[in-house]
């Protein structure tokens, strides 16, 4: 079992920048996949990024966000720059097992998830 706490959420004006980290506790992180997710009101939960064996994002967040990990404090981060009022959403990250993450932009890929952060960006 994987328990999952995101922080670093909060108001920021458009072009500014925010960390967001997803600690896990109960089991090494490095031996999984993590995938970040976002859902803003109204809409879908959408696949932003993740980290596997390398990283991959979302087109809308390409160029913008990068993910890293740090596995002595078993945690994942988003590091998210230039951002925009439409980045503006409910932040997940979210845990799988690496064998499992082939489709790692869907969110039923992944077994575990955090709480979310809410991002709200000012224009």
């Known amino acids: 079992q994987v328990q999952l706490v995101e922080s670093g959420g909060g108001l920021v004006q458009a072009g500014g920048s925010l960390r967001l980290s997803c600690a896990a506790s109960?089991?090494?992180?490095?031996?999984?996949?993590v995938g970040w997710f976002r859902q803003a009101p109204g809409k879908e939960r959408e696949f932003v990024g993740a980290i596997i064996f390398s990283t991959y994002f979302a087109d809308s967040v390409k160029g913008r966000f990068t993910i890293s990990r740090d596995n002595e404090k078993n945690s994942v981060y988003l590091q998210m720059n230039s951002l925009k009022p439409e980045d503006t959403a409910v932040y997940y990250c979210a845990a799988c097992a690496l064998v499992d993450s082939t489709y790692y932009t869907s969110s039923s890929t992944y077994n575990y998830w955090g709480q979310g952060t809410q991002v709200t960006v000012q224009s």
């Open positions: 109960g089991r090494t992180f490095s031996g999984y996949a």
